[in-house]
Structures are given as C-alpha cells and as structure tokens.
C-alpha cells in the first residue's frame, strides 16, 4: 500500500490530503474513493483531459503514459512535463504527491 499527498486546491480539497491507495488503482479511483471529486466529464474513458493532475513526487513510478492519453494530453490547460490524467495513471508501491490544476480545459472555456 502507498500513499498520495493531494496538495491543496481551493475547491476541490483545500487543505490538501495524505490517503492511501493500492497497487492497481487509478489516482482519480483514490480521490474519489477519499471524497476528492476531481472532475472526469468522460467518466474515466480516455476522452477528455478534465481530470488531468500534475504528479510533482513518484511520477517515475507510474507506467507509462499510452498514445491516445498523450494525445489527450496535449489539450490539458497547463500541461507540464509531469502531467498525467488521473483516469489512466495507475498507483504502484510509491508514495505519490499530486496537484490537482486550478483549471480544466471545461472550466477555461466557460470562463471565455
């Protein structure tokens, strides 16, 4: 079992969070399980970056990104280098610390 800091987001979790997570389980599964609703308008399949989250520790121990996330990707708001969609990023036996965006690409749009 590992463990995922969730750093502090305004809405979403403003104090930050320290949970645990079990080899297997996707970062948006953890949140969610832990009360975290990051957003996933696509309902985990893939199809949008709404739950796209930045890894800032423990981003090597993820598998691998596949090419249909990387081309889901490159629309993120914000994307950095340690962004993954938290629909596809599956915990290990690392801890993780997580950021979730200020913005998802929905968000930005709406306020355009």
Request: charged share 30%.
């Amino acid at each position: 079992m590992s463990q995922i800091v969730f750093l502090p987001h305004a809405e979403l979790c403003p104090d930050g969070a320290v949970v645990e997570a079990q080899p297997g389980e996707t970062i948006l599964e953890v949140a969610k399980r832990n009360g975290i609703e990051i957003e996933h308008a696509c309902e985990m399949s893939c199809a949008c970056t709404t739950c796209h989250v930045i890894v800032r520790e423990g981003f090597d121990s993820l598998p691998e990104s596949d090419e249909l996330e990387d081309d889901m990707l490159d629309k993120a708001w914000g994307l950095e280098h340690e962004s993954r969609l938290s629909c596809q990023a599956v915990v290990q036996d690392e801890d993780l610390t997580v950021e979730i965006p200020k913005y998802t690409i929905n968000q930005v749009s709406e306020r355009q």
